[in-house]
């Protein structure tokens, strides 16, 4: 039986249709996915993100297991600030990507939905300082768009929001509040407790917040070129092969975190990398579609069709040497297609044509 956010009664009664998702019900659109698009990226849209695992890690230990374990360095870190980066295996592959928040006595992690099981369980596995690490139970909303943050805080009294820096967090009574999102568009995610979450999104809506579902969510990741999970990430492939080698904190050089061997033996050497794809024929690209460049084939991860851009866009894994044009096998038929660097749109601009 899949679990229920302190939200799911408020999707439920505005209309959500509500689908299976990493052992949550969650809702894909509220009606028209297109329309909650438009309005994260022209307005301000929210999103329900409580099925994200919350973990936070504390005492005298937090700071060695989390650089153990975390192949960016959160010794990098502030009381305030995040930073992004992924959990590796002996291989070098990714078990999940994270975000990692400075508070002032603990780091608070929050991961994935569909990896929380392995993660805790990773977490226990590789505990070899005494770390003290909890879940915890707590509710999040994600308010994105151009006027996110003018009507968050027309509607709660949250001094210093707006001068909040990207990656940067801001405490809030119970809550934490980070200038982060998954959108490509300016916003935050709130995380709060479950009491507190039904209130701030019926005031949300009430001050013209669209509600959005997982659809909406899906199309502004892949415009703004973020990585999905399991689609674009996992456990079989590198960081380096994966668009987010940038988060791989090399220095110092005596840090030994999991997988800093294996990717060490591929750095500057990776066969393949994530590229972005537009489509330039009739089509939509999809995941698992093969991919023929001139340096040799490769696969699409994660493809759509782009309400800003109004075509085809697409992740693929491709030989590193692989530019210019391509063509993708769909059903049988190979269509022309271009390999550009993502992201494709971000704060509401064009960045391909």
């Not at 659109?29 to 909650?36: A, P, R, V």
């Not at 089509?283 to 782009?306: F, K, M, P």
């Not at 309400?307 to 993708?328: D, H, M, N, W």
Request: hydrophobic content about 40%.
């Amino acid at each position: 039986m899949s679990k229920h956010t302190p939200l799911y009664d408020v999707h439920v009664s505005a209309g959500g249709k509500m689908v299976e998702f990493a052992g949550w019900s969650m809702p894909v659109n509220y009606g028209s996915q297109i329309k909650e698009h438009v309005a994260v990226r022209t307005a301000a849209g929210m999103f329900d993100v409580s099925h994200m695992t919350v973990v936070d890690v504390m005492g005298e230990a937090a700071v060695a297991f989390l650089r153990r374990l975390v192949a960016n360095d959160v010794q990098k870190l502030e009381v305030g600030k995040a930073l992004y980066g992924a959990l590796l295996n002996d291989r070098g592959g990714v078990i999940d990507d994270l975000i990692v928040y400075q508070r002032a006595d603990h780091y608070r992690c929050v991961v994935n939905a569909g990896t929380r099981d392995k993660v805790l369980a990773w977490f226990d596995q590789q505990n070899q300082v005494g770390a003290d690490f909890k879940e915890q139970d707590l509710a999040m909303i994600a308010v994105q768009g151009p006027r996110a943050i003018e009507i968050l805080t027309s509607i709660e009294d949250i001094p210093g929001l707006a001068d909040v820096a990207p990656f940067n967090a801001l405490e809030h009574g119970d809550w934490l509040i980070g200038r982060t999102g998954y959108t490509g568009e300016d916003g935050v995610e709130v995380i709060l407790p479950g009491a507190d979450a039904v209130s701030l999104w019926r005031r949300l809506s009430e001050a013209g917040v669209l509600p959005a579902g997982l659809g909406a969510r899906d199309t502004l990741r892949l415009e703004a070129g973020l990585n999905l999970y399991g689609q674009d990430l996992d456990e079989d492939t590198s960081p380096l092969a994966s668009n987010i080698g940038w988060t791989i904190a090399w220095k110092p050089e005596d840090r030994e975190f999991l997988g800093r061997e294996a990717i060490e033996r591929l750095r500057g050497r990776c066969p393949q990398k994530l590229t972005g794809l537009v489509m330039r024929d009739k089509g939509v690209l999809r995941h698992g579609q093969r991919v023929v460049t001139d340096a040799g084939e490769g696969v699409i991860t994660s493809g759509t069709y782009s309400p800003t851009l109004e075509y085809s866009i697409a992740f693929a894994r491709v030989p590193k040497a692989a530019i210019g044009s391509c063509q993708v096998d769909i059903r049988g038929k190979m269509k022309e297609a271009t390999i550009v660097k993502p992201p494709f749109v971000r704060n509401g601009k064009n960045l391909v044509d």
